[in-house]
C-alpha cells in the first residue's frame, strides 16, 4: 500500500514442504544443502527493525516448520508488524487455529494455495491427502467476516493444463462459494517447471473460463494474477 511506501515485508522462506508437488515453483529448496544455516527466533526477531511493518511466512511451506513460524509471529505481534502466511493449509488443527489467529489479530492475511479438489488429481499432482487442506480452508474461512476491512482469507488456484481443468474449476470454486463468496480468489498461470516440464504455460482461454466459471458460482472477487504468462497455447 502506497501508505507504507519506504517500508519492509519480512520474507521468510521456509526450505520444507509437506507436499511434493511436480509443478513445484519453488523446487530449488530441494537442493539446499543437507545441514543448512539455521535462523533462529532471535535472528528473525533482530530483522524485524522499525522500517518492517509485515512478516510472511511462505516456502516451500512453514506448515512443516509452524511451530518455529508462529514462534517468530509471536515477536511480530508484539512489535505491531502484520504476520502473513502462505500455505498448502496442510497443518495440525490446533496449530491453525494459532495461525489464524495471529494474522486476524495483526491485519494480515492467510492464503491458500488449492491445489485441486477431486482426492485423485491431487495425489496426483502432489502426493498429498486434499482432505486436511479443504477442512483447514474450510475452518480458517468461517472466520473471514469476524475482520471487513483487510481480508482474512485468501484462496489461489494453479492452472495445471490437463489437470485443475474446467470441472475442477468449478467444484473449487463451489466449495468456496458455499462457505464465503466474498474470499478472494486468484487464479495463476502454470508455467512448466520442475517435474512438469512437458506441458504448455496456461492458455488465455483457460483462464478466462476459470474466471467465468467463478464467477457464475457466485464468487465475487476473483482476478488473474501472473497474467503475463498466458497465451494462445492450446
Not at 479443504?134 to 471487513?148: G, P
Not at 482469507?153 to 470441472?167: H, K, N, Q, R, T
Request: net charge neutral.
Amino acid at each position: 500500500p502506497w501508505g507504507e511506501y519506504g517500508y519492509y515485508n519480512l520474507a521468510v522462506f521456509y526450505g520444507g514442504c509437506s507436499l511434493d508437488c511436480l509443478f513445484c515453483q519453488n523446487w530449488q529448496h530441494r537442493e539446499y544443502p543437507s545441514r543448512p544455516k539455521l535462523v533462529s527466533v532471535k535472528e528473525l526477531e533482530e530483522a524485524m527493525h522499525n522500517r518492517v511493518t509485515c512478516i510472511c511466512f511462505f516456502g516451500g511451506d512453514p506448515a512443516p516448520q509452524t511451530i518455529h513460524a508462529l514462534l517468530v509471529a509471536k515477536k511480530a505481534t508484539e512489535k505491531g508488524v502484520r504476520v502473513c502466511w502462505e500455505t498448502s493449509g496442510q497443518l495440525a488443527p490446533h496449530l491453525l487455529d494459532k495461525v489464524v489467529e495471529m494474522s486476524l489479530k495483526t491485519g494480515g492475511i492467510v492464503k491458500f494455495d488449492l491445489k485441486a479438489f477431486t482426492p485423485s488429481v491431487y495425489k496426483a499432482l502432489t502426493d498429498g491427502e486434499v482432505d486436511i487442506a479443504l477442512r483447514n480452508f474450510k475452518v480458517a474461512a468461517r472466520r473471514f467476516r469476524e475482520r471487513s476491512e483487510v481480508p482474512l482469507v485468501v484462496a489461489s488456484i494453479l492452472l495445471v493444463p490437463g489437470y485443475v481443468d474446467e470441472m475442477e474449476i468449478d467444484l473449487l470454486t463451489k466449495f468456496i462459494a458455499r462457505i464465503e463468496p466474498e474470499i478472494p480468489t486468484r487464479f495463476l498461470a502454470f508455467h512448466p517447471d520442475y517435474m512438469l516440464r512437458d506441458l504448455p504455460p496456461t492458455s488465455i482461454r483457460h483462464a478466462e473460463t476459470a474466471v467465468k466459471i467463478a464467477k457464475e458460482n457466485g464468487l465475487v472477487e476473483v482476478s488473474i494474477g501472473n497474467w503475463w504468462l498466458l497465451g494462445d497455447y492450446y
